[in-house]
C-alpha cells in the first residue's frame, strides 16, 4: 500500500454546516440518488459557499470526480478524507458519511465545552492584569504627586503595598512569558523529527504526560476501531497508519504494535504493553476479541477518552479559579488600602 499524502485547503469551506453536508450526502445516497445528483444537489443549497466555487465544484463533479477529491476541496480534514478514501474503495461509504458527519458534530461540541471551561478563568486574568495597567498609570502616580504636594510621610505599610502594585504587572509579565516559552518548548518538542524521542520526552513531562497519552489513545482507538467496523482487517489498519502522513504518532503505535504482534502477541497485550496508550484500553480489546466486535468496543473507549480530557480540564480550570479569585481579591484590598490609607494620613497630618 503506497502512502497517502493528502494535502487540502487551509481551511473548511462549509465552516459550521460540514458536519450537515455529510449528513445529508448519506440520506440522499440511502434514499436512491446517485453520488452525482446527490453531490450537485447539495453544493447548490449552501449560501456559505461562493458562487465560483460552486461552479468549480459542479464541474468537477459532472466530469466525474471522486467524493474524496471533491471534499478536499471543501476544505475537510486528512483524517474524514482519508476514510471517506478507503470507504470508496472497500464499500459502505452511506455508513461512513454518517458516521463522518456525527464526528464532526461530536467533535465541534468537544471544542465548545473545552473553550467554555477555559474562557472564565482567560477573562479573570484579563480583567487581573487590566486593573494592573491602569492602577500603575493613574491612580499610584496621582497619590505619590499629592503625596509630594502636601510634603506628607508615607506609612510603612502604604510603602510596602506601593512596591507590591508596582512589581505585580512585572511578576505577571514574567510568569506570562514563562507560560509562552513553556508552550513554545512543547509545541518545538512534538515536532522534532525523530518520533521516539518526542515520544520519550513528552511522556516524562508532568501533566502534559496525562493529557497526551489521552490524546493519541482517543485518535488510535476512534481512527482503528472505525476501520475495523467498515470491514478493514489488523494488518490492513496497521499498514494504513505506518504508510498515513496524517498523524505520525499514530504511524508510531501500529509499528510498535506489528512488532509485538510478529512476535505471537495479541492485540489486546500488544496494546497494553505501550507506554503511549492507556493501558485500560487492552480491557476494551479483550472484551471486543470475546463478543468479536472490537470495532465497536475502541469507538466507545475512544468516546470515554474524550470525556476524561474533558473531565481533566475541567478540574484544572476548578483549581486555577479559587487562586485567581485570591489574587484579585488581595489586589482590591490592596488597592483600598492604599487609597483609604493616605487620605487619612493626609487628615491627621493637617489636624
Known amino acids: ?88 474503495i472497500h464499500g459502505e461509504i452511506i455508513q461512513n458519511l454518517y458516521e463522518s458527519g456525527e464526528y464532526l458534530k461530536m467533535r465541534r461540541k468537544t471544542k465548545s465545552k473545552i473553550i467554555k471551561a477555559i474562557q472564565y478563568p ?21 497619590f505619590n504627586e499629592l503625596y509630594s504636594a502636601m510634603q506628607a510621610d508615607k506609612s510603612l505599610l502604604v510603602m510596602i503595598l506601593t512596591l507590591v502594585l508596582n512589581y505585580l504587572p512585572h511578576v505577571v509579565l514574567i510568569c506570562v512569558s514563562c507560560l509562552c516559552l513553556f508552550i513554545l ?3 518545538l518538542i512534538y515536532k ?30 476512534r481512527e482503528f476501531g472505525y476501520f475495523l467496523i467498515n470491514g478493514l482487517e489488523v494488518k490492513e489498519i496497521l499498514l494504513l497508519f505506518k504508510t498515513q502522513t496524517i498523524n505520525r504518532f499514530l504511524s508510531h503505535v501500529a509499528s510498535t504494535i506489528e512488532e509485538e504482534l510478529l512476535t505471537g502477541s495479541s492485540l489486546a497485550s500488544a496494546i497494553e504493553k505501550m507506554k503511549l496508550l492507556d493501558k485500560r484500553l487492552a480491557v476494551f480489546v479483550n472484551q471486543g476479541e470475546y463478543n468479536s466486535n472490537v470495532g465497536k468496543e475502541l469507538i466507545i473507549y475512544s468516546e470515554y477518552t474524550l470525556d476524561n480530557i474533558l ?33 487619612f494620613n493626609m487628615l491627621s497630618t493637617i489636624s
Not at 499524502?5 to 450537515?20: F, P, V, Y
Open 311 to 343: 473531565i481533566k480540564i475541567e478540574a484544572l480550570t476548578q483549581r486555577i479559579q479559587p487562586i485567581i479569585f485570591l489574587i484579585l481579591g488581595l489586589l482590591i484590598i490592596c488597592l483600598y488600602l492604599v487609597i483609604v490609607m493616605p487620605i
Open 192 to 221: 522534532q523529527k525523530k518520533t521516539t524521542r518526542a515520544v520519550n520526552t513528552l511522556l516524562k513531562i508532568p501533566l502534559i504526560s496525562t493529557y497526551f497519552r489521552y490524546y493519541v489513545t482517543y485518535r488510535f482507538s
Open 185 to 187: 518548548l512543547m509545541v
Open 122 to 142: 482567560l477573562v479573570l486574568i484579563s480583567i487581573f492584569i487590566i486593573m494592573l495597567i491602569l492602577l500603575n498609570f493613574t491612580v499610584i502616580p496621582q
Open 1 to 88: 500500500m503506497k502512502s497517502m499524502n493528502i494535502t487540502i485547503g487551509s481551511s473548511n469551506k462549509l465552516k459550521k454546516h460540514d458536519a450537515h453536508f455529510l449528513i445529508k450526502l448519506s440520506e440522499l445516497l440511502s434514499s436512491g440518488f446517485t453520488m452525482q445528483q446527490a453531490l450537485s444537489f447539495l453544493v447548490q443549497q449552501y449560501d456559505i459557499l461562493p458562487q465560483k466555487l460552486k461552479d468549480s465544484l459542479l464541474t468537477e463533479i459532472k466530469k466525474g470526480h471522486s467524493l474524496s477529491q471533491i471534499l478536499k476541496q471543501l476544505g475537510y480534514s486528512k483524517s474524514i478524507i482519508m476514510q471517506v478514501s478507503f470507504a470508496e
